[in-house]
């Protein structure tokens, strides 16, 4: 659910639809096993890149779609192959916390850098395999896999976020499917720094009110501080999250975006009192 409020000094609400989709669904995470069977003496290490239309590890200053993060074992599922929502319950979790980790900043919802976690196929989970690799994915706008060179680890760490951050076309406090475009176009909304946390998968799922009460607080702050103003009255804060699936399967954050009147070039960050871009 996403709630608009004005960014004025006692930040009053104002109208605004809510809405309950997410910003990239969780759903659509791309997750899943090789097509053939890996063992474990050929699964990537930590660091390396991979083509995952083969799953060959690769140096990342060759081309590759993917970026491995971690490489562990699953434990606690059924000797028979599990669904797949036990499999992403079992993986994504700790798959999203090792990617926050390797790219130095827990600011990975608000980019288009993703996780992509694989594991055994069924005729590999049949002969005992039970390994996981967690990797991170660059996506375009479109979310389609960027095919990169060059290693991502501690990128947003550094100065990376501007690089990876999401904008949006539509209204992330009014519109179900957001429209991702490149920054550099017109937009009416971009992410700021500051993901929220709010909570841990095996806790319960809270509420509407407990989540707009926690995002209504944290994003009117991170975004006051993006723009570098509290008395703007055409830019307030908006959030997105995840749904009540997705929090089972480790999306447990809030996704804080500034989001503008009308829709405009160029960010947003630091422009203070100055008009809105063209």
């Given amino acids: 659910m996403i709630t608009p409020l004005a960014l004025v000094a006692c930040t009053d609400r104002i109208s605004g639809s809510p809405d309950v989709g997410p910003t990239t669904s969780p759903a659509s995470t791309t997750t899943g096993p090789p097509a053939t069977r890996v063992l474990a003496t050929q699964l990537p290490k930590q660091g390396q890149c991979l083509d995952t239309t083969s ?58 850098l993703q996780v992509r976690a694989f594991w055994p196929n069924s005729e590999g989970w049949e002969q005992g395999d039970r390994w996981r690799v967690c990797t991170v994915v660059e996506l375009t706008p479109a979310e389609e896999p960027v095919w990169r060179t060059g290693s991502l680890r501690g990128v947003l ?19 179900e499917e957001l429209a991702l475009v490149s920054c550099d176009e017109p937009h009416l909304a971009e992410t700021v720094p500051g993901v929220l946390r709010l909570g841990e998968p095996g806790d319960p799922v809270p509420s509407q009110e407990q989540v707009d009460a926690a995002a209504r607080e944290h994003c009117t702050a991170a975004v006051t501080g993006y ?10 804060p908006a959030w997105r999250t995840f749904g009540t699936r997705g929090w089972s399967e480790g999306f447990t954050s809030a996704t804080c975006y500034a989001e503008a009147t009308r829709p405009h070039s160029g960010r947003l960050w630091g422009i203070g009192g100055n008009p809105l871009p063209g």
Avoid at 157 to 175: D, I, K, Y
Avoid at 227 to 236: E, H, K, M, N, Q
Wanted: net charge negative; aromatic share 6%; with cysteine.
């Fill in 157 to 175: 760490a550094a100065s990376g976020f501007g690089t990876f951050q999401l904008c949006a076309a539509g209204s992330p406090s009014a519109q």
């Fill in 227 to 236: 723009l570098g103003t509290t008395s703007r009255t055409d830019v307030f």
């Fill in 55 to 112: 799953f060959t590890p690769i140096g990342c200053e060759q081309r590759h779609d993917a970026e491995v993060v971690q490489v562990g074992e699953l434990t606690g599922l059924s000797d028979a192959p599990p669904a797949e929502h036990d499999l992403r319950r079992a993986v994504l979790p700790v798959c999203r916390a090792a990617v926050n980790d390797y790219l130095g900043s827990a600011d990975t919802d608000a980019t288009r």
